[in-house]
């Protein structure tokens, strides 16, 4: 018979009660530590058989399986001699055990590396020789050449994990995690080590590594509690994916420190939001999914008659798509700001005016600034860089220490890379970026990695690629091509070869070819002429 966690939890209520049936004395022993997992285990609900995670297919984990299962998976993580600070690499469909094994690492000590599923072999073998994790995780379909490249990279464990198909979740990590003890003292960690690291594209065409602290994660989760007055009666309807700063530490991280049960769909798909949405109260999200929900025509006030909130992120939330979201529903959306390097920075209020087009204001312990070229702070309403600093900001970017200082002016702000400027409230607008950045439904596309792979295809002299408009996406990805002499390459030729090469985000929707690309004196190219040539279509 196929070994999984499932049935091990689904057979656990005929264990022995274990030793921590209610929380009160688990709270004691953990809150000296600084690790994300004991600050909310200290905040789990008191009836630990209470429903943490809800999943489409009907399956149930108490906080009391959650508490278990991560313990077991930490043992199974301890029993590998890992070397401290080793990294966990993940690259697995959502689920709730998924996000145990989130839980596990950190619990554990580890530091948790997730990976985009859309991500391709390249990508996946970049991340894998720059981060050296010790254990990889992938889905079993994918196990021959992930496991390939990271024993050529240097891991010593893969394991697998499926998604869940009719109930039966497993893959070699459950099943060898299944035979560890289900108690696990977590490991005491320093606010100061890492738990996460998150790989954001760059502006040079290189991933770097964000390396984020226990510290980062529980100080912004413990401030987000309070700003968006998470209750016990919450209930998080969950359809962000478990790989990125929204899903896997915003949302998720807002329901586990507050003992909040969460519903747990493992994709967004606006009709199946629509059904669940009456049970639940908090619903998060990149602006392409309010605009999808409003395509809905049975999306009214009624289906979100229980909710409490709807907040929006990622991605700039066009003013028409707030004021249709209000019309429609009666809700004010909550629009935050956030990034990878720096979990969130502002929000506007959960009680207070919530201001269309603007992000709203710094979050506690977040200092946020907009400053000129010269370095000097904005008056009211003049636009300039932002920049932050706070208990929230990561700690550099893995072994790039030159970039690090780079990014971090001399009296320790981070450069966020965003444009904006403060109005009188003090409510954020980010009008623009400095760093050439797409950002298409919610994902990030860095031009210059698509053009450095475009430009090496044999039949190219040069390439740019630009973000345009899309009514859903926000933006979306078009390239411009300028070909060698007498040589041909199709738009379908070209589109083909880079879905075989790179996520399919990051593919551009369309492509044009030019005789060449505008220039200014200084050479360089002029991306505003080619998006005011195309966005005309
Ligand atoms: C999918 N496609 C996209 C796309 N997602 N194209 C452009 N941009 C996207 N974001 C394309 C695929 O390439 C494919 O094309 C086709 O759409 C169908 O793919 P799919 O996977 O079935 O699409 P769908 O499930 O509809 O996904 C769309 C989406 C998803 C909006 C639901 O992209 C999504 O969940 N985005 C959320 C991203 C997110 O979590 N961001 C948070 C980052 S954290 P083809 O041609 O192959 O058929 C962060 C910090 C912060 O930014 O502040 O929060
Ligand atoms: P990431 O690197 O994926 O974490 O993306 C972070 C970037 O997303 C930020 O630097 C912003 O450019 C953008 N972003 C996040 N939230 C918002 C928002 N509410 N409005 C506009 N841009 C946003």
Redesign the pocket.
């Known amino acids: 018979m196929k070994a999984s966690l499932v049935s091990w939890i689904n057979a656990r209520q005929n264990l022995p009660e274990n030793k921590f049936g209610t929380n009160q004395k688990y709270s004691a022993m953990i809150s000296t530590n600084a690790n994300l997992y004991a600050l909310f285990a200290a905040n789990f609900p008191q009836d630990l058989n209470s429903c943490c995670i809800e999943t489409e297919d009907a399956r149930y984990f108490s906080w009391l399986d959650i508490e278990r299962a991560s313990a077991k998976i930490a043992n199974l993580l301890s029993s590998l001699q890992l070397q401290v600070g080793a990294r966990v690499a993940v690259q697995v469909e959502k689920s709730a055990e998924a996000l145990i094994l989130y839980l596990a690492t950190v619990r554990a000590g580890y530091v948790y590396l997730p990976l985009n599923t859309a991500y391709r072999d390249a990508e996946v073998e970049y991340f894998l020789r720059d981060a050296e994790p010790e254990v990889v995780v992938c889905a079993p379909q994918q196990f021959g050449w992930v496991s390939q490249l990271a024993f050529k990279t240097g891991t010593r464990h893969v394991f697998t994990l499926d998604a869940p198909a009719a109930g039966n979740n497993s893959g070699s990590l459950l099943q060898r995690a299944l035979s560890h003890p289900d108690q696990f003292e977590t490991v005491q960690s320093a606010p100061d080590d890492l738990a996460a690291i ?1 790989y ?1 594209s760059g502006t040079t065409g290189r991933s770097k590594g964000a390396m984020l602290t226990h510290d980062n994660l529980a100080s912004n989760a413990k401030v987000l509690k309070e700003t968006w007055a998470w209750n016990k009666h919450d209930v998080l309807l969950h359809t962000l994916p478990l790989f ?2 929204h899903g896997l530490f915003v949302a998720s991280h807002g329901a586990l420190l507050n003992g909040t049960k969460m519903i747990f769909l493992a994709k967004f798909n606006a009709a199946q939001v629509l059904s669940y949405l009456p049970r639940t109260t908090v619903f998060m999200g990149v602006p392409t999914y309010y605009v999808r929900l409003l395509q809905e025509s049975n999306f009214t006030q009624e289906t979100c008659k229980n909710m409490r909130v709807f907040i ?6 066009l003013l028409d798509t707030f004021l249709k979201f209000t019309r429609c529903t009666g809700h004010t959306i909550l ?7 720096t979990a969130m920075l502002t929000s506007n209020p959960y009680v207070g005016k919530r201001v269309g087009g603007t ?1 709203g204001q710094a979050l506690a312990g977040v200092d946020v600034r907009v400053v000129t070229s010269e370095s000097l702070a904005c008056a009211t309403d003049e636009i300039g860089d932002i920049q932050v600093k706070g208990a929230n900001v990561f700690k550099g970017y893995w072994r790039m220490p030159e970039k690090t200082a780079e990014e971090f002016t001399n009296d320790g702000y981070f450069h ?3 444009v904006g400027k403060f109005d009188r409230d003090g409510y954020l607008s ?1 009008v623009g ?1 400095s ?1 050439d ?1 797409i ?1 298409s439904g919610g ?2 596309v860095y031009p210059k990695e698509i053009e450095s792979i475009i430009d090496d295809m044999p039949e190219v002299l040069e390439s740019a690629v630009i973000g345009l408009p899309h009514a859903e996406f926000g933006e979306v990805v078009v390239a411009i091509i300028i070909l060698k002499p007498k040589k041909t390459l199709s738009e379908l030729t070209l589109i083909a070869r880079l879905k075989e090469m790179i996520a399919n985000f990051k593919v551009p929707k369309s492509v044009y070819f030019l005789d060449a690309l505008p220039r200014n004196a200084m050479g360089k190219v002029q991306k505003n002429i080619l998006r005011a040539i195309y966005k005309k279509g």
């Open positions: 998150l954001t990125h700063v929006s992120g990622s991605a700039p939330l629009e935050r700001y956030g990034m990878s390097e992000v966020t890379g965003d980010i970026r760093k950045l950002i994902y990030n």
